[in-house]
Each structure stands twice: as C-alpha cells, then as structure tokens.
C-alpha cells in the first residue's frame, strides 16, 4: 500500500504527452515515444530531431504504397479490358464461320488483333501509371511542406508552350489512340485513305504504313486521315456483274448463275469463306448490246477478290456449255 502511494503520484506527476510533444496535437509517434520511455527529456529531443523526419516518412511510405496498389489494380483492369475490346466488333455467327485456317493462323489470333490489344495496352498503363504516380509525387512533396504553387505555374506554362509547338504531333496522337479504341482497322487489313489504297503493314500511334498493290509503301500520319474506307472488316462482299447478249432469255440467265453461285458455295474451301446463300439481283443494266445480269455473294473479310475470280471461271463454263455468249460491256 505504501508502494502505491508513492509510485503513483511519481508517475502523474511526469505529465501528458501533450506536456512534452509540443503545442497542438501530439503526433502518433511522439505519442508512442511518451509510451515507451515516460521520460519528458528523451520525448522532447524526439519532438525536436526525430518526430517531423519521421512521421514525413511514414506518410511518404504509405502514400506510395498506396499508388503502387492503385497502379497494379489499374494495369489488371486496362489489360483485362484491351483484351476483350480486340476481340473487335464482329458477330457471333460470322466469328463462328470465319473461324478459320488460311495463312497458318486463325483469323481471330491475327497480327492485327494481337498489335492492337498490345498498342493499347501500353498507351493505358503509361497513362495510368502518369496520373497515379505523378498525384503521389505531388501529394508527397506537400507533405514535406514543399510550396507546389510556383512548380505548378512553371508546369502549366511549359505544357502550353510545348503544346503549341506541338500540336501536329499531339493530334497524330490522339487520332491514334481513338483509332485504336474504336478499332477502324489493323495490320492485314485493305484500306482506301484516299492518296493510297493497299495493305495496312504496321501500325503506331503516329504513323500508319501501307503498301499498295505496285509494291510502293506509303506512310500516313494518323492526324492527316480524314477519311478511310476497309474492305477487310467483319464481312465483305463480293458483286459481280455479268454481261450478256440482251437476246438472251433472262430467266434462264439467272437460273444458271444461281445454281453456279450455289455450286461455289457449298464447295471446299469456298464454303468457309462464302458466309451466306447467294443472291443474284437481276438485270443491272441493259443496253442495245448488253445486258448486266448482277449476283452477290457475302464473304469472310478481304476474301471477296478470290471467290469473285473463282466465280468468273465457273460462270465462263457454266455459260459456254450453256451456249450462252458473254458480251462486252459497254463503254
């Protein structure tokens, strides 16, 4: 009991941690300090030359931590994401139908889709890691009592400056990243850009190549394409007007390039690429020395050309056992 009485009063006597940790406040590890010692000389020296540096560096430790999180999550969801959004915009039943074999590899596990998904992918996490990152730094640089208001007006200054100096290549790259997102087209596919028209070769941020059907490679700022025509998404389709003596029964005409058209699309390997029945539309056009007999086919995309000179052959036989002339289209 005497114990007690003397001990206890000893150590109320020795104060708070508000007593010894400065004005306002105390911070947890001033507090921890009084905690662990209860000595108001070794907790006014860690105030003094240990608290501020060392709470500064929790706060930095954890707020990058906190970025880092944020970052991986971040590159998870925009990986996950590009992968789904290059699979492209193509339907079930035509991914179904042209789920196949030409060159050595599906068209689904193509060059084009798999430059995209990784085109996309870097651009998302660079950005991201850019905006996560960059507040962190700057939240860090706050906590250490850094005045952010004059690198903040150098920065936006600087950023206008360069942004003007800049524009050209600022649009080349914006025009690419939407192209990409809203995936127009892709390596493998045959586009009209209007100077040009061929293969696309590669594709960047900045700068689309080409190479038409000379051989000539042609490189096309992504900024400078206002407009552009693909023949090699989703589907294609091939149209094919035939020509022939306006004595000819049209009936008979139609009759024999619908079952040659039929014949074609049943065929191997015709009947992967040729994705729909065939259709002949009738008379296109009549003349006094022709009539332009018209028949479609809808096909896998950037195949049309070749079921088209395929069709030409069949239909050139079909039409001399037939007895059916085929005529010159007028000028």
């Given at each position: 009991m005497p114990l007690l009485n003397v001990t206890l009063p000893a150590f109320w006597e020795q104060g708070r941690p508000e007593d010894h940790c400065g004005p306002g406040e105390p911070s947890i590890a001033c507090r921890i300090s009084w905690a662990a010692s209860h000595n108001p000389d070794f907790t006014r020296f860690f105030r003094t030359w240990l608290d501020r540096p060392l709470t500064g560096l929790v706060q930095v430790t954890i707020t990058f931590l906190i970025a880092m999180i944020l970052r991986h999550f971040a590159h998870r969801l925009i990986t996950r994401v590009t992968l789904r959004m290059s699979e492209g915009t193509m339907p079930e039943r035509l991914r179904e139908r042209t789920r196949t074999i030409f060159d050595g590899s599906p068209v689904l596990l193509s060059e084009r889709r798999r430059q995209r998904a990784r085109t996309m992918d870097s651009v998302l996490r660079s950005i991201a890691s850019i905006l996560i990152l960059g507040t962190a730094l700057i939240s860090v640089l706050g906590t250490l009592g850094l005045n952010l208001a004059p690198?903040?007006?150098s920065a936006s200054v600087i950023g206008v400056a360069v942004g003007f100096g800049a524009q050209s290549i600022v649009k080349d790259f914006l025009s690419g990243i939407f192209m990409l997102l809203e995936d127009?087209?892709?390596?493998?596919?045959?586009?009209?850009?209007?100077?040009?028209?061929?293969?696309?070769?590669?594709?960047?941020?900045r700068v689309t190549r080409l190479r038409d059907i000379n051989g000539v490679v042609w490189y096309m700022r992504n900024g400078e394409i206002l407009r552009i025509g693909n023949e090699s998404q989703n589907w294609a389709r091939t149209v094919l007007d035939i020509p022939v003596s306006p004595d000819e029964d049209v009936d008979k005409v139609r009759t024999l390039l619908k079952e040659t058209a039929e014949t074609l699309a049943v065929d191997p390997p015709w009947d992967e690429i040729i994705l729909e029945e065939p259709s002949v539309w009738g008379v296109q056009a009549l003349t006094g020395d022709a009539m332009v007999v018209r028949v479609v086919l809808k096909t896998a995309p950037g195949k049309q050309a070749e079921v088209a000179r395929q069709l030409r052959e069949r239909v050139k036989k079909t039409f001399d056992e037939a007895g059916i002339a085929v005529a010159s289209l007028p000028a």
């Open positions: 690198i903040l007006a127009q087209y892709g390596v493998g596919d045959v586009v009209d850009v209007g100077p040009a028209k061929g293969t696309v070769e590669a594709v960047s941020l």
